[in-house]
């Protein structure tokens, strides 16, 4: 007989008759030794089943309603006697029991393959979300990293842009102290030149026929060699300077002297003596020639070679350069740079910021500089100012050779880690890599006077069309590296200076 602790409804009654007939637990199947009733289902359990099974999910495993242990209502019934399991001792009990075995299997697998599927798409689905959340968050920080340095140069160039474009605006430059370092005189012959450059740059033509020039340029060949200029031991030559009309040519040599050579004649018709170790930097002016040298001194001389001036700067200095003004000199050493009035061979400003400087070039307008380092970096200069404004990164060995497009929109620098790039001054990044192959030697690195072709000079010589950064064509006529390259007057030949104590010029 059966009895209830408590008052059940009339399905559980039923449930309980039902169950009374065939009284069986609806987990394991088996006769229950501790009956007890579910009141969500009405379906006895084993108590010890039932409970594991709450404390695992907390509901009635036939109709998955929640239930508590406490919920349960226990059976007093007689003991019990379990039915004796059939035994399998004829051929078609067996093979009942396996095909039993084998439902019961077949039908577990099933159910996992169908869990591990979801699973698994529903991890596809978070692993394709966690990387389009990682490559949003990598080009937001880029563009971010992007707009602060924009905003950075913008705020350190804009009093100086706004000089340059506006008259009024200049006069109110002239107060900055820093700018002040120059003096007045110095400062206003800079902006004067700064603004008729400026001014002729905006209004500057294309070339006609850039197809023809690009053939031409593709065709280049030697078409002279001058070779032994300089002491066959250490007559390396490190830097050129051309004469404005393009007949004469200083060279600087690792020989401690320069000469000047004339073209048309082949002969050299001065040289230049006075430094004590290997000279690094070459001007030519009209009027003057200077060179810079590692034993800490830029020389200002005469076209006949004698010596009119003498700046005396320490460190030793890497490179020279020559404002457009044609009045004042720039050199750079591992310290900083500074600048010099070539006639009195006076230093004007001078700039300490240990940037370890490599090369140096000014902007066609005068206004701006750049500084390779020979660690790396690249920075800009405002030269009336003596700020720097802008700073770029990407080489990963020293930068050796820069130089300025003459629209004025573009810096190419060449380094120790074989490339070359180009980087853009309105958008402040590198817009175009240029990769060699390793250990190859850079140099030197020249825009033309069009911005219309760019060749670099190292191990061989290579010149390629802008924009397009096609190679036109490939030189490899020089034994030692190539340490200076100069572009002509119509970009139809270039020149080229090498260790190999050679200036060659290919047309």
């Given at each position: 007989s059966v009895r209830f602790l408590s008052g059940p409804s009339k399905r559980l009654a039923r449930a309980l008759k039902s169950e009374t007939m065939s009284l069986s637990c609806a987990i394991t199947g088996e006769v229950p030794v501790e009956p007890v009733v579910s009141p969500k289902s009405g379906s006895v359990f084993e108590r010890s089943v039932i409970v594991k099974h709450i404390a695992a999910n907390g509901t009635d495993p036939v109709n998955e309603e929640a239930l508590t242990e406490d919920e349960l209502i226990p059976l007093n019934a007689s003991n019990v006697v379990r039915p004796r399991a059939p035994k399998a001792t004829s051929i078609p009990i067996l093979i009942k029991m396996l095909q039993d075995e084998w439902?019961?299997?077949?039908?577990?697998?099933?159910?996992?393959?169908?869990?591990?599927?979801?699973?698994?798409?529903?991890?596809?689905?978070?692993?394709?979300?966690q990387d389009a959340a990682c490559r949003v968050i990598a080009r937001l920080t880029k563009e971010r990293d992007q707009a602060r340095q924009a905003l950075s140069a913008l705020k350190a160039s804009a009093p100086q842009v706004a000089a340059a474009d506006?008259?009024?605006?200049?006069?109110?430059?002239?107060?900055?102290?820093?700018?002040?370092?120059?003096?007045?005189?110095?400062?206003?012959?800079?902006k004067k030149r700064y603004k008729a450059l400026h001014s002729q740059r905006k209004n500057r033509s294309k070339p006609a026929n850039p197809a023809e020039l690009a053939e031409t340029v593709s065709k280049l060949a030697c078409k002279s060699a001058h070779t032994g200029m300089h002491s066959a031991r250490s007559g390396s030559i490190n830097a050129i300077a051309v004469s404005s009309d393009e007949t004469k040519v200083l060279t600087a040599s690792?020989?401690?002297?320069?000469?000047?050579?004339?073209?048309?004649?082949?002969q050299v018709v001065a040289t230049f003596k006075g430094h004590s170790k290997k000279l690094t930097g070459a001007v030519l002016t009209d009027d003057f020639a200077a060179t810079s040298s590692t034993d800490g001194t830029v020389r200002v001389w005469n076209l006949s070679g004698e010596s009119q001036a003498v700046v005396k700067v320490g460190p030793a200095i890497t490179d020279l350069d020559l404002h457009p003004t044609g009045q004042y000199l720039l050199s750079t050493t591992n310290t900083g740079w500074q600048f010099h009035d070539a006639?009195?061979?006076?230093?004007?400003?001078?700039?300490?910021?240990?940037?370890?400087?490599?090369?140096?070039?000014?902007?066609?307008?005068?206004?701006?500089?750049?500084?390779g380092s020979s660690s790396g970096p690249l920075g800009m200069w405002d030269i009336r100012t003596q700020a720097s404004v802008a700073s770029f990164d990407g080489h990963s060995g020293g930068v050796t050779s820069l130089t300025f497009s003459e629209n004025g929109y573009q810096v190419a620098s060449c380094g120790n880690d074989a490339t070359a790039k180009i980087w853009d001054l309105r958008k402040l990044k590198c817009s175009q890599t240029i990769e060699f192959p390793a250990g190859h030697q850079l140099n030197a690195?020249?825009?033309?006077?069009?911005?219309?072709?760019?060749?670099?000079?190292?191990?061989?010589?290579?010149?390629?069309?802008?924009?397009?950064?096609?190679?036109?064509?490939?030189?490899?006529?020089?034994?030692?590296?190539?340490n200076a390259l100069s572009w002509s007057n119509t970009s139809m030949s270039l020149m080229a200076a090498s260790a190999d104590n050679s200036i060659r010029i290919f047309a």
């Open positions: 439902d019961a299997v077949a039908l577990e697998t099933y159910e996992l393959k169908k869990a591990a599927l979801a699973y698994k798409q529903e991890l596809t689905h978070s692993l394709y979300q506006n008259g009024e605006a200049q006069q109110g430059m002239d107060t900055d102290a820093d700018a002040n370092q120059l003096g007045d005189d110095v400062l206003a012959a800079i690792s020989d401690k002297t320069a000469h000047l050579f004339d073209l048309s004649a082949e006639a009195s061979g006076s230093t004007l400003a001078s700039v300490e910021d240990n940037s370890d400087a490599s090369c140096v070039c000014f902007h066609p307008d005068g206004g701006l500089f750049g500084v690195i020249a825009f033309d006077n069009t911005a219309t072709f760019l060749a670099v000079g190292g191990t061989d010589i290579r010149t390629y069309m802008v924009k397009q950064w096609e190679v036109l064509s490939t030189l490899t006529d020089n034994t030692k590296p190539v």
